[in-house]
């Protein structure tokens, strides 16, 4: 089997959504593929209508291969402070042509206002490891982990773009996407993230690649020097980032992946995408897509970096494949 869904930016590439068929008849909804985290979560009848806010809903009750999962609760909590909990169906998702029947779909009783206010998106299809599900007592199996053994090829690849259309594609490897040749590292899923070392200016950095981080968050060193060719940038703590006249040309940002013998392949992220968006209506001054990570403890390698590279999840063999585009 396989599958390709498209993703669409949403406000400035702040996120990518993906249309997700759930149920019997199917109900689609828009949900944003998140390689960060590893709970299928959605708005549904059971969310109050106070903490809907035009977010289109899945409705259990009118699904005939809907099934509660009794006794079954999820809570969560993000990186950004955002949170949400629930109890749990199991029914059919199809993503992309791409059908599992009998998935854990979490429906949410309570969403924090972060989501409430985010009207495009209905909810999350977790793509990390299943290792950090939420689900209460019995953990559940992320999309990803349900389809892996009927795949093709058990993987998943990433070709997000800058404000257009990209895709998702599960069990193939699409070579039209990419050019050149695809780089592997090898995937440390510890944490149940997918976690690796890329070099950047010749030091090693260990992250997460994370198509649910809108950023890239990398250690002091590397960003300070990389702001400190930028006239005019500077750290501001009212916006809690680095920061720069929106004039700015900014440089180009490489790191290297699946470095050692054959010495890898080089991901070179635009330095326009580094110029991410203005931080007030008056458009003069810019927030920067790479910022410390000083405040998260961890390394993340977000959709700036994700969009300018075709990116392999191999599940099967645990690695991650970069290739230019
Ligand atoms: C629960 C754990 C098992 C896993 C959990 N994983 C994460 O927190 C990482 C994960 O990728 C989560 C997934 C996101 C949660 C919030 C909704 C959107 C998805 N990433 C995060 O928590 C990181 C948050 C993102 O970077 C937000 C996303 C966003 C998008 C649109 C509107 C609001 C917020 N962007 C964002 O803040 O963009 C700015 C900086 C330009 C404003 C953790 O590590 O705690």
């Known amino acids: 089997d396989s599958g390709s869904v498209t993703a669409s930016p949403r406000q400035q590439d702040t996120e990518y959504l993906c249309p997700v068929q759930i149920g019997s008849p199917a109900q689609t909804l828009p949900l944003d593929f998140d390689t960060g985290s590893s709970d299928l979560w959605v708005f549904s009848t059971d969310t109050p209508r106070s903490e809907v806010n035009g977010q289109t809903v899945y409705d259990a009750s009118s699904s005939s291969s809907a099934k509660r999962l009794s006794g079954a609760t999820w809570k969560i909590s993000y990186g950004d402070g955002s949170s949400s909990s629930g109890i749990v169906y199991l029914d059919t998702v199809t993503v992309g042509g791409l059908t599992v029947s009998r998935q854990a779909v979490e429906a949410a009783k309570q969403v924090s206002s972060s989501f409430s206010r985010d009207t495009s998106s209905s909810g999350l299809l977790g793509l990390?490891?299943?290792?950090?599900?939420t689900v209460s007592p019995n953990q559940q199996k992320t999309f990803f982990d349900n389809a892996m053994p009927h795949l093709d090829a058990p993987l998943f690849t990433a070709d997000l773009k800058h404000n257009a259309d990209g895709r998702y594609n599960f069990g193939y490897i699409d070579k039209s996407a990419y050019t050149g040749s695809i780089s592997y590292t090898p995937v440390d899923?510890?944490?149940g993230f997918w976690g690796f070392t890329a070099t950047v200016d010749g030091t090693d950095v260990t992250g997460i690649a994370d198509t649910g981080t809108t950023l890239i968050y990398l250690p002091d060193s590397i960003v300070t020097s990389y702001y400190s060719q930028v006239s005019g940038a500077r750290y501001d703590s009212s916006n809690a980032g680095y920061i720069f006249p929106c004039g700015s040309s900014m440089p180009d940002f490489s790191f290297n992946v699946g470095g050692g013998g054959g010495g890898g392949g080089t991901v070179t992220v635009p330095g326009s995408y580094v110029n991410f968006a203005p931080t007030d209506q008056t458009g003069q001054t810019c927030f920067g897509?790479?910022?410390?990570?000083?405040?998260i403890g961890i390394s993340i390698f977000g959709d700036i970096a994700l969009k300018a590279a075709f990116v392999v999840f191999d599940g099967g063999n645990k690695q991650?494949?970069?290739?230019?585009k």
Do not use: H
Request: charged fraction near 5%.
């Open 128 to 133: 990390a490891f299943s290792s950090i599900n």
């Open 189 to 191: 899923n510890s944490q």
């Open 320 to 324: 991650l494949g970069w290739a230019a």
């Open 289 to 295: 897509g790479l910022q410390s990570d000083s405040s």
